[in-house]
């Protein structure tokens, strides 16, 4: 699923990042990232069904790729992810807010070139969930991840441009708008613009460094 209606991020002052449960190698298991009051985990074939009811919203499915419709089809994709993970093709977490036996959303990583130099991440959040501070404290830890643990290098986004709020969002946080894509995404029968935004893993490092360290 592309063009989410939560955005990435990279953060613009030095903050402490929460615990990271790493494994030898991502792709025999994806590793538990653990944030205040939630944690990111693989998907489970029980998380289909709070999926459906929370992804399939008009609120959320707006400007993404068009979910699965069933419970079934969820289970299928979240299969698919998994497979996709011992590839070593794609990451997907579960986003699971304290208290909740289930996902309520997902943080993806695709590779768009050879060993994930450059990939692409995606995202989706039930509705009930923005706001919350949720995706912004799930975002960084999966940026943390990807360029500190994967090897990423370059981290691509995409957002409609009718997609006011996502754009905004990823503009005051401080992620690089390149360009327009134009009549880049296909959805309802009708090819919308999006915008490219970018971080790299300079920006990345550069970002959490502390003030004291920046002024040297």
């Not at 990451?91 to 994930?116: D, K, M």
Request: hydrophobic letters at 45%; glycine letters at 8%.
């Amino acid at each position: 699923m592309r063009d989410q209606p939560v955005h990435p991020i990279a953060p613009t002052t030095a903050m402490p990042l929460a615990a990271v449960e790493t494994t030898s190698d991502w792709r025999q298991s994806i590793p538990v990232l653990t944030g205040t009051g939630f944690t990111l985990r693989e998907l489970r074939l029980s998380d289909a069904p709070l999926l459906l009811a929370l992804l399939t919203t008009e609120e959320v499915s707006r400007f993404i790729s068009p979910p699965p419709s069933t419970v079934d089809g969820f289970e299928r994709f979240i299969a698919w992810t998994q497979r996709e993970r011992a590839a070593g093709n794609y990451i997907c977490f579960g986003v699971v807010p304290e208290g909740s036996h289930g996902a309520v959303g997902l943080f993806q990583l695709r590779q768009l070139e050879p060993n994930f130099s450059t990939a692409e991440w995606g995202f989706a959040l039930g509705f009930s969930f923005w706001g919350t501070g949720l995706f912004v404290a799930g975002a960084r830890l999966v940026a943390d991840f990807a360029f500190e643990h994967v090897g990423v290098h370059r981290l691509e986004a995409r957002a409609a441009v009718q997609n006011g709020r996502g754009n905004g969002a990823l503009k005051k946080i401080g992620a690089n708008r390149e360009c327009v894509l134009r009549k880049s995404f296909l959805r309802n029968g009708e090819y919308l613009d999006q915008v490219l935004w970018t971080i790299l893993d300079d920006d990345w490092r550069l970002a959490k460094l502390p003030a004291a360290a920046l002024m040297h």
